[in-house]
């Protein structure tokens, strides 16, 4: 199904935690399935509603209305409910996904969401194409610390040391151009010309956030290069407000 050189590790990194205490999770994505699922999370802290309750009832009707509103965009955050009942979401496709691709990639994120975090008060799924979360905390335009997780590519790279350099260099171009005042879309990709190969690279904010908040995450994660994919050929870190991913093959749809 495939070769050595698509598949990746998934390493979750609950916020803070040393990256020794990462825990392994699930292994071989295919570069050529396009929606492949990443990773989900349910969280433990906002504890749990019972079924049939507002809190339900809201949470179905916000994702319903996020996956109506998303696929033309690519982004929509709403909230449900009032007090206790209040529910707050997102979803957010990836910035070359077609509407098409991302409306597909809601119709499975979401059952796939509801079904996997089944009375949680909030829970967040990510896939290749699009990222679904939904909080009973009002989280928008903050920065997600709490969610994330990284991918890698298994090969290594035969010189780690100037590799990361050039993964960073051009990490760091595409935040600016992510970031630059009249991208509203916060999504950049491009690629840089190594020695003997290419790097290709994507970065992308929830659009929830502001420019400078894009940014400030968008740095924080490309710091974590050492941690998440040293010498790697490709990796990804993914978190609940941006991502990145870099490969030296290219993996941007083209429109
Ligand atoms: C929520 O539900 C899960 C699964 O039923 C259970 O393990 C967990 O202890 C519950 N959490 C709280 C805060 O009640
Ligand atoms: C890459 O390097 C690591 C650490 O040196 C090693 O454990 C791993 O087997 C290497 N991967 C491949 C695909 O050769």
């Known amino acids: 199904m495939s070769s050595s050189s698509s598949s990746k590790r998934i390493v979750s990194v609950p916020l803070l935690a040393l990256a020794i205490q990462l825990l392994f999770i699930h292994s071989v994505l295919s570069q050529s399935q396009n929606n492949a699922f990443l990773y989900h999370k349910c969280s433990d802290i906002e504890g749990n509603f019972t079924s049939t309750s507002p809190y339900e009832s809201n949470i179905n009707s916000l994702l319903r209305l996020l996956s109506y509103r998303v696929p033309s965009t690519g982004f929509a955050s709403s909230s449900a409910g009032n007090g206790p009942d209040n529910v707050n979401g997102l979803a957010l496709c990836r910035g070359d996904a077609s509407s098409s691709d991302c409306r597909s990639c809601l119709a499975t994120a979401i059952p796939e969401l509801r079904q996997r ?51 960073k260099a051009l990490l760091t171009e595409l935040t600016m151009k992510a970031t630059a005042g009249d ?10 010309n190594l020695e003997k190969n290419k790097l290709y690279g994507l970065v992308q904010c929830t659009r929830d956030l502001r420019s400078e908040s894009c940014k400030a995450c968008l740095d924080g994660i490309i710091g974590e290069i050492p941690n998440c994919c040293d010498g790697k050929e490709g990796g990804r870190v993914v978190g609940g407000s941006c991502n990145f991913r870099y490969e030296i093959y290219p993996f941007v749809k083209i429109a």
Do not use: H, M
């Not at 799924?125 to 009973?136: M, P």
């Not at 610390?145 to 890698?152: D, G, S, T, V």
């Not at 991208?183 to 840089?192: Q, R, S």
């Open 117 to 167: 975090c089944p009375t949680n008060k909030a829970g967040i799924i990510w896939y290749d194409n699009c990222l679904v979360k939904y909080s009973s905390t009002k989280f928008f335009g903050k920065i997600d610390f709490e969610n994330r997780f990284y991918l890698y590519n298994v090969n290594n790279v035969t010189d780690p040391a100037s590799f990361n350099t050039q993964t």
């Open 183 to 192: 991208n509203e879309k916060l999504f950049a990709t491009g690629e840089k």
